[in-house]
């Protein structure tokens, strides 16, 4: 029989919570003084034209109240804009008056009007299209880009965006080609377009280097690097993080550091240099203890104590969990205090003290319900099923599995699905139903090659292996076997072969009628 999987490994809590950091330019209808955008005045309307000094100082007030960003100031801004762009249309000055629908329409977008800032921007365009604007037009194009990129509207955002970056390349307009390109690059990904989006964000950098926008530039060497990873290439991955990790040291911004820093420390965690890994996260930690800020720090505690639970040092990760929970209570990070009990309750699961473990499962479970969190409580409820599997309970296990597994489905969570599944199949394995284990496997299978998880592919081959071996299949299980070995030494998992090797030995030993050692699997 398959030895029980350590499904109630820790979860480990990154603190980025979108898939990229997002662009230099968050929207491209960008607030400009109305100075930038007014020709010199024609002699039919001189300077001291009382209407117009009016209507600029009404800009200067609302620019004024823009930079303040909170909901009550932009409220207010907004109405002073249309009497500016009142005034400007009845002075017949196209030009202002399309630079001030421009930022109205950025206004609304910040207050949350999505179809009346797509109604103020498509003013401003057909005003900047009838005076010949090119580079105003781009500048329109990208903000509707954005627009559509926040509601969801990807294909709609890439039309924009590719409008856009025509008119900015023809206007000599470098930022906004940069901007544009960069954002092309974050749509692409959330497409799941990896290729194109690394292309598009590889071609921004050089422009931005130009530029001298250091900013820019790290944000675009984050979001290089977060492809990187999500595909696979932690090497790459790594490569890009280093290259903007000393840009983001030169903001004043701990918080951005320390998710670079815990990014580099995830990797080296994964390649296996625990010391390297440790090392960057203990950085991160005293730049957050610094600046006080108490919300990243719990991600940051919560990485540490993972890191000392691989390396089984469970008392140490304990004391890092401890101080997480207290981070969380500090800063009312309820999500981070979920995954912080989750993380409590799977270790002392593992040091034995199986009821302590129930209750901050428990715990965990409660608060990721109230923060309506599927995907957290699908990890939690995973984490109690194993609890239950590994105290005999089999019947009790199998219920909490099938409940993690519906809320993976729920919540998209298609990894997390499979992990079920392939922690299902080893229960069914393991109480005899090995056939209706290896539909379970079966499944999990399709799933990790579906993403792309090399290692998760080679375990549930491994499992799939040792279920046929238990069937008396032994020609069955050495195919899977060295499907799992082929994969294993591919991504230098040196535990996970060791175990396919021990599998193979003991289909050998089985076909020699010899006892053999006992079959393995894993997570």
């Known amino acids: 029989m398959i030895r029980q999987v350590k499904s109630g490994r820790p979860v480990l809590i990154l603190h980025v919570r979108t898939f990229l950091f997002g662009t230099a330019l968050l929207f491209g209808c960008a607030l400009f003084p109305l100075v930038t955008y007014v020709k010199a005045q024609s002699p039919a309307r001189p300077p001291e034209d009382s209407s117009a000094e009016s209507a600029k100082r009404l800009i200067a007030e609302a620019a004024d109240l823009r930079s303040r960003n909170t909901p009550e100031a932009l409220a207010?801004?907004?109405?002073?804009?249309?009497?500016?762009?009142?005034?400007?249309?009845?002075?017949?000055?196209?030009?202002?008056?399309?630079?001030?629908?421009?930022?109205?329409?950025?206004?609304?977008?910040?207050?949350?009007?999505?179809?009346?800032?797509?109604?103020?921007?498509?003013?401003?365009?057909?005003?900047?299209?009838?005076?010949?604007?090119?580079?105003?037009?781009?500048?329109?194009?990208?903000?509707?880009?954005?627009?559509?990129?926040?509601?969801?509207?990807?294909?709609?955002?890439?039309?924009?965006?590719?409008?856009?970056?025509?008119?900015?390349?023809?206007?000599?307009?470098?930022?906004?080609?940069?901007?544009?390109?960069?954002?092309?690059?974050?749509?692409?990904?959330?497409?799941?377009?990896?290729?194109?989006?690394?292309?598009?964000?590889?071609?921004?950098?050089?422009?931005?280097?130009?530029?001298?926008?250091?900013?820019?530039?790290?944000?675009?060497?984050?979001?290089?690097?977060?492809?990187?990873?999500?595909?696979?290439?932690?090497?790459?991955?790594?490569?890009?993080?280093?290259?903007?990790?000393?840009?983001?040291?030169?903001?004043?911004?701990?918080?951005?550091?320390?998710?670079?820093?815990?990014?580099?420390?995830?990797?080296?965690?994964?390649d296996g240099d625990k010391e390297k890994a440790l090392a960057h996260y203990q950085t991160a930690l005293s730049k957050l203890e610094a600046a006080g800020d108490h919300s990243n720090e719990v991600s940051v505690l919560n990485n540490i104590g993972l890191l000392y639970f691989d390396l089984g040092d469970l008392k140490r990760a304990l004391d890092f969990y401890k101080r997480a929970l207290l981070a969380a209570h500090d800063s009312q990070d309820y999500a981070g205090e979920a995954v912080t009990l989750n993380n409590l309750g799977a270790t002392y699961d593992e040091v034995g003290e199986k009821d302590r473990a129930l209750d901050y499962f428990g715990r965990s479970l409660s608060l990721r319900e109230l923060l309506k969190d599927a995907r957290g409580q699908a990890i939690t409820l995973n984490n109690i099923a194993k609890l239950h599997a590994s105290r005999g309970d089999k019947s009790k296990a199998l219920d909490y599995y099938n409940q993690s597994l519906a809320l993976r489905r729920v919540s998209g969570d298609e990894a997390g699905e499979a992990l079920t599944l392939n922690n299902i199949g080893t229960l069914l394995n393991d109480i005899g139903e090995t056939r209706r284990a290896l539909g379970y496997y079966n499944r999990a299978l399709l799933l990790r090659r579906k993403l792309r998880d090399r290692r998760g592919e080679a375990t549930t081959l491994n499992n799939i292996g040792a279920a046929y071996l238990d069937l008396g299949q032994t020609g069955r299980a050495l195919y899977f076997e060295f499907k799992a070995l082929a994969v294993t030494r591919t991504v230098k998992d040196s535990l996970g072969e060791a175990e396919v090797l021990n599998n193979i030995a003991s289909a050998y030993a089985a076909l020699a009628g010899l006892s053999g050692p006992r079959p393995t699997g894993g997570i």
């Not at 970056?165 to 930022?175: F, H, I, Q």
């Open 76 to 270: 207010e801004a907004a109405p002073i804009y249309v009497k500016a762009r009142q005034i400007f249309h009845s002075l017949r000055d196209f030009e202002a008056e399309a630079s001030v629908l421009n930022n109205l329409g950025v206004i609304y977008y910040l207050l949350g009007q999505r179809q009346n800032a797509i109604d103020r921007c498509h003013q401003s365009l057909r005003l900047k299209r009838a005076i010949g604007d090119v580079a105003g037009q781009a500048l329109v194009l990208h903000g509707l880009g954005k627009i559509y990129e926040g509601t969801g509207d990807w294909l709609k955002a890439l039309s924009y965006y590719h409008q856009s970056l025509l008119l900015s390349r023809r206007a000599k307009d470098k930022l906004g080609e940069a901007a544009t390109l960069a954002n092309l690059g974050v749509v692409n990904a959330a497409l799941a377009r990896r290729r194109q989006a690394v292309t598009y964000l590889t071609d921004a950098l050089p422009i931005i280097r130009q530029l001298h926008n250091t900013k820019m530039e790290a944000t675009t060497l984050s979001n290089i690097a977060r492809l990187y990873e999500s595909s696979g290439d932690s090497q790459k991955a790594l490569e890009y993080y280093l290259k903007a990790l000393p840009l983001i040291g030169t903001f004043d911004d701990p918080g951005r550091s320390a998710i670079t820093l815990m990014a580099i420390a995830r990797i080296y965690n994964e």
